[in-house]
């Protein structure tokens, strides 16, 4: 079976221009994760949505992003306006939650620099 | 919310050489993964195990969940072993993201 998919890989831009970053759940998953991971605060939580429903987004820096799944096995992550302290890798993770917890799967991470 | 911490923080060792690591939580959990960072960045699920035991290979996990903590166990290291190890977990009755611990960087030298 597939795991987590991720798009792009690498993405290199330079600061005021929009990002899009992408995500493929595991088929069947119903939970969705986005994680930052960058050398000053490691691994954080960032968002997550649960049957496609945000329901912390705590994590979420500032305005400048936004997070959304337009349906059951997709989400998009944006950054728009970026800036250089954007730059990190960001990891997408997705599970089955049910009546008990389930493992999260992680993608292999979308590192992106802003100039 | 909910501690984690992980110890030590970098580790050196020999091929061959075995390894505990480990990791303190301040907070009941519902669910505790072990993650593998490789080289390459990506992170590798190693272990589900917000309880008990389990075992895979030359690795190997023990959780005890009523004293908080978790070992995560490498016997006859050999340098694909290299990179960091988390621990995260999601607290009991939180909510469910994962907090990960800062990590143990493990250096295996031939």
């Known amino acids: 079976d597939a795991g987590v998919i991720q798009s792009p890989r690498h993405e290199v831009t330079e600061m005021g221009q929009e990002v899009t970053l992408r995500c493929k759940l595991i088929s069947g998953h119903n939970s969705l994760f986005w994680y930052r991971q960058t050398m000053m605060r490691g691994l954080e939580l960032l968002i997550y949505f649960n049957n496609n429903v945000p329901i912390d987004d705590s994590g979420m820096p500032e305005d400048r992003f936004s997070a959304k799944m337009p349906n059951a096995s997709f989400s998009t992550l944006k950054i728009q306006p970026s800036e250089p302290r954007d730059s990190a890798v960001y990891f997408c993770?997705?599970?089955?939650?049910?009546?008990?917890?389930?493992?999260?799967?992680f993608g292999d991470g979308t590192r992106l620099s802003i100039l | 919310g909910i501690q984690v911490e992980q110890s030590p923080p970098d580790l050196i060792l020999q091929e061959g050489a075995n390894s505990t690591l480990r990791c303190n939580f301040s907070?009941?959990?519902?669910?505790l993964q072990w993650f593998h960072q490789n080289p390459w960045g990506q992170l590798i699920n190693l272990f589900y195990i917000p309880s008990g035991t389990k075992q895979n290979g030359r690795l190997s996990a023990t959780t005890v969940a009523t004293e908080r903590y978790s070992l995560l166990y490498i016997s006859s290291s050999q340098t694909t072993d290299s990179g960091v190890y988390f621990c995260?977990?999601?607290?009991?009755?939180?909510?469910?993201?994962?907090?990960f611990g800062k990590g143990t960087h493990l250096i295996i030298q031939p």
């Open positions: 993770a997705s599970s089955l939650q049910g009546s008990s917890n389930q493992p999260q799967h």
């Open positions: 995260a977990v999601t607290s009991r009755g939180g909510a469910d993201g994962l907090t």
């Open positions: 907070d009941s959990v519902n669910n």
